[in-house]
């Protein structure tokens, strides 16, 4: 499965960005075999969309569930329309979020 965190940093031990639209990185992370990609949130300093665009983003890279502190109502709607889940409240880590999630916390 692959999985999208919104970070303040590039590696799995950047904290995790309590924004969704306006994060710093998006860490994509493919489940099986653990592989990971990083890049910087182009939409991070937009005007306006941030949001939704970054959903399209994550849906372009066929991103299966995301992990995130807060994710606005246009996004959640735009991830909900691309099927794709949202798991609010992380904290800590992308690894510890990784893990949490992992293991159904």
């Known amino acids: 499965m692959k999985l999208c965190i919104s970070a303040q940093g590039k590696s799995l031990d950047a904290t995790v960005d309590p924004r969704f639209g306006r994060c710093a990185y998006f860490v994509f992370v493919e489940t099986e075999g653990m592989t990971t990609e990083s890049i910087e949130n182009p939409f991070a300093s937009a005007p306006g969309a941030a949001g939704t665009r970054s959903a399209q983003l994550l849906a372009d890279r066929n991103v299966r569930c ?40």
């Open 66 to 105: 995301l992990l995130t502190g807060r994710c606005g109502p246009n996004a959640q709607q735009a991830l909900a329309a691309a099927g794709i889940e949202v798991v609010t409240e992380c904290q800590g880590t992308v690894a510890q979020a990784i893990a949490a999630f992992q293991s159904g916390h």
